[in-house]
């Protein structure tokens, strides 16, 4: 029961997603223990008439409010109901998920059209952030997605992502081979972006309603 406790009270504290690593340095308890105590406070906290849940993020968890209590959460905030992405930002977002870490130009490539405004957006958004450098002339900066984006659409981990059509793996090398240059320079770009389109909307099927 104390330990239940003090994981639920880091957790609150945190606001964030805390690995089981970490939870187990700081109580000092094994990982089966950790485990353990956190499926009797995610299974409580679900049975109880309570506007918080306990969630999977990755390898960690996080405390969070419950899905039905977000109108009431944003008023008690004062936000503004953010206005849902678009399709263009879902392929791109994607785009990302499915093939990360990779370059604002692979995007490019994989839609045949400039995509940097749209990149942006979605690291403001929180939900694709910089993830190192490419080994390749001009290094450049590597994306995938965040904890964000993965709570936003209901997903433990990147494992749980729908299946989606994909271009083969033909494809992907000629990609990351040609990661500065242009779609028009590969027969295989339309095809790509076709395929991209359709992982959008496998995508947005899976997170409605989350954003």
């Known amino acids: 029961m104390k330990l239940q406790k003090e994981i639920e009270a880091m957790l609150f504290a945190v606001g964030a997603p805390i690995t089981v690593e970490r939870l187990c340095e700081l109580t000092g308890e094994g990982e089966e223990a950790v485990r353990a105590a956190a499926r009797r406070i995610e299974e409580r906290l679900a049975a109880e008439e ?25 008023r ?11 399709k263009a930002t879902l392929e ?7 093939n990360q870490p990779v370059t604002r130009s692979f995007v490019e490539q994989v839609r045949g059209i400039d995509s940097s405004y749209i990149v942006a957006g ?3 958004k929180g939900l694709v952030c910089e ?12 994306f995938g997605t965040t904890d964000a984006f993965l709570r936003c659409f209901g ?21 990351d081979g040609n990661a500065e240059g242009t779609a028009a320079d590969s027969a295989e770009g339309s095809e ?5 389109e359709g992982t959008a909307d496998t995508v947005a099927e899976g997170g409605e309603g989350a954003l």
């Open 122 to 124: 979605l690291v403001d």
């Open 76 to 86: 008690a905030l004062e936000l503004k109901k953010a206005p849902p992405l678009s």
């Open 155 to 175: 997903l433990a981990s990147l494992s749980e992502l729908p299946e989606a059509e994909l271009p083969n793996p033909e494809q992907m090398k000629l990609l």
């Open 192 to 196: 790509s972006a076709e395929s991209a």
């Open 92 to 98: 791109v977002l994607a785009i990302i998920a499915y």
């Open 50 to 74: 309570s506007g918080i849940q306990l969630i999977k993020i990755e390898d960690g968890y996080q405390l969070c409010t419950k899905p039905d209590t977000g109108a009431a959460v944003k």
């Open 131 to 142: 993830r190192g450098v490419l080994d390749a002339p001009g290094r450049p900066v590597l």
